[in-house]
């Protein structure tokens, strides 16, 4: 399942995230820092929801309160309980 998240507070606006049950399988950015945005996904790409959150979570950006390593943990959970909504 593919979902599209819409970014909060970062320079990215959008991250697309595919699960295999709770399991990250591809992560696509729109926008940000394209070095670390091509980075993150490949650390990410194998591990469940809960390694991501663990992991990225509570990551802040500059002063600001997020990043993207955190609006990526937010994603994955995003999609993962829309995932399970679905079945």
């Known amino acids: ?3 599209k998240y819409k ?4 320079c990215s606006s959008m ?3 595919e699960l295999d049950g ?3 399988k591809n992560v696509k950015f729109t926008g940000g820092c394209d070095g ?3 980075a993150i996904p490949k650390l990410v790409e194998g591990l ?3 390694q991501v ?3 990225l979570s509570g990551i802040s950006c500059s002063g600001r309160p997020t990043s993207c390593g955190d609006q ?3 994603a994955c959970r995003a999609a993962y309980e829309a995932e399970t909504a679905a079945h």
């Open 1 to 3: 399942m593919s979902y």
């Open 7 to 10: 970014t909060r507070g970062t």
């Open 15 to 17: 991250i697309e995230v």
């Open 22 to 24: 709770n399991i990250v």
């Open 36 to 38: 670390n945005l091509k």
């Open 48 to 50: 469940t929801v809960e």
């Open 53 to 55: 959150e663990e992991k």
């Open 72 to 74: 990526l943990a937010r």
